[in-house]
Nanobody, 117 residues
Framework: VQLQASGGGLVQAGGSLRLSCVASRSIFTDFSTNAKGWYREAPGKERELVAGITSRGTTTYGDSVRGRFTISGDNAKKTIYLQMSALEPEDTAVYYC?????????WGLGTQVTVSS
């Protein structure tokens, strides 16, 4: 598995979750050089960017999550995180992590996040 995401689950509105994504050591030999991000796909909707982080550490967020979600990473552990707070039912989706290596985007399998009202 190139990228393994975990941490999803069922949470009430207003709650928090932290997603983790571990990258394959054989593919991502120097994780600090990779652009990385989290995407989500809700039923009936297109996959959208939630948060991204460049190799220089510059972060970007989707409009709907800015101020509530935080992306971070630990390059030594080849892991990226998505801290999600003040969750809303509209955040319900399958969340995917992704990383770019030499012009190719690798995707994790996804982890389900369900926010109940």
């Amino acid at each position: 598995v190139q990228l393994q995401a975990s941490g999803g689950g069922l949470v009430q509105a207003g709650g928090s979750l932290r997603l983790s994504c571990v990258a394959s050591r054989s593919i991502f030999t120097d994780f600090s050089t990779n652009a990385k991000g989290w995407y989500r796909e809700a039923p009936g909707k297109e996959r959208e960017l939630v948060a991204g982080i460049t190799s220089r550490g510059t972060t970007t967020y989707g409009d709907s999550v800015r101020g509530r979600f935080t992306i971070s990473g630990d390059n030594a552990k080849k892991t990226i995180y998505l801290q999600m707070s003040a969750l809303e039912p509209e955040d319900t989706a399958v969340y995917y992590c992704a990383a770019n290596q030499l012009g190719r985007t690798y995707w994790g399998l996804g982890t389900q996040v369900t926010v109940s009202s």
